[in-house]
């Protein structure tokens, strides 16, 4: 006799999210806590106040000098502001498919 055994996996697939970081950052803290409450508690961090390099690519990917600055999925948001304006609009709740 054969046993099967199936695994049922109730976690949905979890969007990728990155985010430039620094050591001490309030608005960073503040978008860890908004996705938090997305139900997304793990995000790639790179702190940009450790290593030159990362805050030399950010800028180049970004244009930006300031943390946060998030991605979805590769897609740059933007800074805190910008995750906030698009949670409010409706529109993260689309990107992370929480619909």
Do not use: W
């Amino acid at each position: 006799m054969v046993k099967i055994t199936t695994t049922c996996y109730t976690k949905k697939y979890m969007k990728h999210i990155l985010m430039y970081t620094s050591s001490y950052c309030p608005y960073c803290e503040n978008a860890e806590r908004l996705l938090s409450e997305k139900g997304y508690d793990e995000i790639e961090k790179i702190l940009v106040d450790e290593n030159p390099k990362d805050l030399e690519k950010m800028i180049q990917i970004t244009g930006k000098r300031t943390v946060p600055q998030i991605f979805i999925e590769k897609k740059h948001i933007g800074g805190f502001n910008e995750l906030r304006a698009i949670d409010l609009s409706g529109e993260l709740d689309r990107m992370l498919e929480l619909n």
